[in-house]
């Protein structure tokens, strides 16, 4: 049934770019014979155009992983009150962003920061194409900013991390050994954020195993205060590991063509992706180049050129 539903989605897009072609050519066609105006045929080629943008950008998303939805972790970096505040306002950003393309967003744990802002968030974004629109979005976002936490009104550059998961359902089979999985419990504390009770019982998950990027022992812990039941926080807990553990293989595979098209331009995962300078009105994609002056519409949720100009560069 979801394959069905796939297929008969992409061919209402299909038919309505067509619609919208036919359209346009009727339009200009009315044109030539005096019947409309140049207004008319050029809002009928800006949305033939949109459509069809619309529909390549889908095309792009095309991979098994893409159509899952998405955790979102924010952890802020080092620098204190400004590093938490930054983390903060990017927890709100995509929160916006979520709320604009009509997805359910839930907060599965939230870590108040000392003063102001956030130390972590971990944001569970779901919806059809969430994690192939957010996977841009991995990596180190910079802040620079005159901070109004510095009593000298000085200009201060802060980072903070954004790690994207998939968010996967049962279709995907994931192993997970039972003799390196422990937990812990414990009462969540702090003001806590939306659907997050500070007197919930939370968990936390450790999980030790062979990483398949590094070959290495490793560990991944995670932390679910969402639901008042203990065994609601473990089974959530459980399907963000699912989705930790598909991440690095994905990463293990994309390593692999990595070194098999080794000419294509590198995508250096966790690295740091964009800067957001507010006192010179820009913000800047490193990897695409692509940047824009309207700051205030970036951090009130608009990425989507930034997501659409990682896509044209990276999407194989």
């Given at each position: 049934?979801?394959?069905?539903?796939?297929?008969?989605?992409?061919?209402?897009?299909?038919?309505?770019?067509?619609?919208?072609?036919?359209?346009?050519?009727?339009?200009?066609?009315?044109?030539?014979?005096?019947?409309?105006?140049?207004?008319?045929?050029?809002?009928?080629?800006?949305?033939?155009?949109?459509?069809?943008?619309?529909?390549?950008?889908?095309?792009?998303?095309?991979?098994?992983?893409?159509?899952?939805?998405?955790?979102?972790?924010?952890?802020?970096?080092?620098?204190?009150?400004?590093a938490q505040d930054w983390a903060d306002m990017l927890f709100r950003m995509y929160q916006r962003w979520a709320e604009k393309q009509g997805y359910k967003s839930e907060v599965t744990n939230y870590q108040d920061g000392d003063e102001a802002g956030i130390k972590t968030v971990t944001l569970q974004i779901d919806g059809d194409l969430a994690y192939g629109y957010l996977k841009s979005e991995n990596g180190v976002h910079r802040l620079v900013r005159v901070s109004p936490f510095n009593a000298q009104g000085k200009r201060m550059t802060s980072?903070?991390?954004?790690?994207?998961?998939?968010?996967?359902?049962?279709?995907?089979?994931?192993?997970?050994?039972?003799?390196?999985?422990?937990?812990?419990?414990?009462?969540?504390?702090?003001?806590?954020?939306?659907?997050?009770?500070?007197?919930?019982?939370?968990?936390?998950?450790?999980?030790?195993?062979?990483?398949?990027?590094?070959?290495?022992?490793?560990?991944?812990?995670?932390?679910?205060?969402?639901?008042?039941?203990?065994?609601?926080?473990?089974?959530?807990?459980?399907?963000?590991?699912?989705?930790?553990?598909?991440?690095?293989?994905?990463?293990?595979?994309?390593?692999?063509?990595?070194?098999?098209?080794?000419?294509?331009?590198?995508?250096?995962?966790?690295?740091?992706?964009?800067?957001?300078?507010?006192?010179?009105?820009?913000?800047?994609?490193?990897?695409?180049?692509?940047?824009?002056?309207?700051?205030?519409?970036?951090?009130?949720?608009?990425?989507?050129?930034?997501?659409?100009?990682?896509?044209?560069?990276?999407?194989?």
């Amino acid at each position: 049934m979801r394959k069905v539903k796939s297929l008969k989605r992409w061919i209402e897009l299909y038919n309505e770019v067509h619609a919208a072609a036919e359209e346009l050519q009727l339009s200009f066609d009315f044109y030539k014979e005096e019947i409309t105006t140049e207004e008319e045929v050029d809002a009928a080629y800006a949305s033939a155009k949109t459509l069809i943008e619309d529909l390549e950008l889908k095309n792009m998303l095309r991979k098994e992983e893409d159509h899952f939805g998405a955790v979102l972790k924010i952890v802020a970096g080092a620098g204190g009150t400004e590093a938490q505040d930054w983390a903060d306002m990017l927890f709100r950003m995509y929160q916006r962003w979520a709320e604009k393309q009509g997805y359910k967003s839930e907060v599965t744990n939230y870590q108040d920061g000392d003063e102001a802002g956030i130390k972590t968030v971990t944001l569970q974004i779901d919806g059809d194409l969430a994690y192939g629109y957010l996977k841009s979005e991995n990596g180190v976002h910079r802040l620079v900013r005159v901070s109004p936490f510095n009593a000298q009104g000085k200009r201060m550059t802060s980072f903070t991390s954004v790690f994207v998961t998939p968010l996967i359902d049962d279709s995907i089979e994931i192993e997970i050994n039972p003799a390196g999985l422990s937990w812990d419990t414990f009462r969540s504390s702090g003001a806590g954020g939306q659907n997050v009770n500070k007197v919930e019982t939370g968990v936390r998950l450790h999980y030790k195993f062979t990483n398949p990027v590094t070959n290495q022992p490793d560990e991944i812990v995670i932390e679910n205060t969402e639901s008042r039941s203990q065994f609601g926080n473990k089974d959530n807990a459980l399907r963000l590991l699912k989705g930790q553990l598909y991440e690095l293989e994905l990463e293990r595979r994309r390593a692999e063509s990595a070194k098999v098209e080794a000419g294509k331009k590198k995508i250096e995962w966790g690295s740091q992706i964009r800067s957001y300078v507010f006192d010179d009105r820009r913000v800047k994609d490193h990897r695409t180049n692509y940047q824009t002056s309207n700051v205030q519409a970036v951090m009130d949720g608009g990425i989507d050129d930034f997501i659409k100009a990682y896509l044209m560069e990276f999407s194989e």
